[in-house]
């Protein structure tokens, strides 16, 4: 953390602040310029709040120097994360494609789509089972009864399993059947629940909340690495502009900046960010040129009578033709899909 004083501080006053600085068990690094003081502290800070400094008197500004998610931070952990899903490993050279319905709406439902989109080359299965809806009359999801469905699903295709948890009281429920922890946009900032998520083992797919901005994503992920759940992957959904012509407005922006403040993977969800089954492919298309790690896709077999996200949900074909397109741009960066058996002869690393 920097202590940047005043021009005109007193020796007093830089006197008071080291005395501050000590006391909160750091150590001081003192560099007096013809400009300004600059007094260094150095030690344990990311838990120790810029306003404990700032109003001392003839202090200009605070700074950290680290990041304040420092289990999440390239600095602390300069390598990729990369870790095993069921045959297959994200955060590497590999790309994930997460792909299903918004909702679990019935057994022949997801194991129809499921089939499809492991056909289509997807790595693993979504299906929401309890569903985080704007209106309470909406489809609230199958609850339990969904996830037996989904179970069946991977039993058949070999995918694993991505669905939401939105409260601690279906972790048990839950843990039982997925492979993959969602946490919602809604959900980024339930504390209480990222807690929980954390003494697990399982992988979380965190989404970014509707306005919140990176540095607060990655605060919440610190959460779940603070309990010792190393496997989180981030996932970027869109965010709240003013713009109307799209349910959300992609950050495309968040990839590389993700990309380089932290060594977790990094997935993009068009389908939330665009709303439109019309979009959802170009958005797909540069999220894999512009770095990240994988896609999450909803895909449904009808999408005109989806109990939810209809809109946006590719059909099967849409999606097959999708990946096709995807695994081109993979390998134009030195990449490739997780399903795709043979890398490239060209362009792949393994
Ligand atoms: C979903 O993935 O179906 C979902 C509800 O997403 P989000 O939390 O990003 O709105
Ligand atoms: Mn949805």
Avoid: W
């Avoid at 003192?30 to 990311?46: D, M, Y």
């Avoid at 999440?72 to 494609?97: C, K, M, W, Y």
């Amino acid at each position: 953390m920097m202590i940047i004083m005043k021009s005109n501080a007193t020796p007093a006053q830089v006197e008071n602040v080291i005395e501050h600085v000590k006391a909160a068990g750091l150590n001081v690094h003192l560099s007096q310029g013809v400009e300004a003081t600059i007094i260094g502290a150095i030690g344990e800070t990311h838990n120790i709040p810029l306003d404990r400094f700032d109003s001392l008197d003839g202090v200009e500004l605070v700074q950290r120097i680290t990041q304040p998610f420092k289990l999440a931070s390239r600095q602390f952990h300069p390598e990729n994360s990369v870790f095993p899903l069921d045959g297959f490993t994200v955060g590497g050279d590999e790309i994930t494609i997460i792909a299903g319905p918004c909702s679990v709406e019935s057994r022949s439902q997801i194991i129809e789509t499921a089939q499809a989109v492991k056909e289509a080359g997807a790595s693993a299965l979504r299906g929401g089972v309890f569903k985080p809806r704007t209106s309470p009359y909406s489809f609230q999801g199958l609850g339990e009864e969904g996830l037996e469905y989904l179970a069946d699903a991977r039993e058949k295709t070999g995918l694993p399993i991505v669905s939401e948890i939105m409260s601690q009281t279906q972790l048990d429920a839950m843990i039982k059947y997925v492979d993959v922890f969602q946490i919602g946009a809604r959900n980024m900032q339930n504390y209480n629940l990222l807690r929980s998520i954390g003494e697990t083992q399982t992988p979380v797919l965190l989404k970014r909340g509707l306005s919140a901005t990176i540095e607060e994503l990655l605060m919440s992920a610190e959460y779940i690495l603070a309990g010792g759940n190393k496997q989180v992957m981030l996932c970027e959904r869109g965010i709240r502009t003013f713009e109307t012509s799209t349910r959300n407005t992609t950050d495309i922006n968040a990839i590389p900046v993700l990309k380089n403040l932290t060594h977790l993977p990094v997935i993009l969800d068009p389908s939330h960010a665009t709303g439109n089954a019309d979009y959802v492919s170009s958005i797909a298309r540069a999220a894999i040129a512009a770095g990240a790690d994988g896609l999450m896709i909803e895909v449904h077999p009808d999408p005109a009578n989806a109990l939810s996200d209809g809109k946006q949900s590719l059909r099967p074909e849409k999606f097959a033709e999708m990946v096709k397109q995807v695994g081109q741009i993979a390998q134009v960066i030195n990449r490739r899909l997780a399903s795709s058996e043979v890398p490239s002869p060209v362009f792949g690393r393994g």
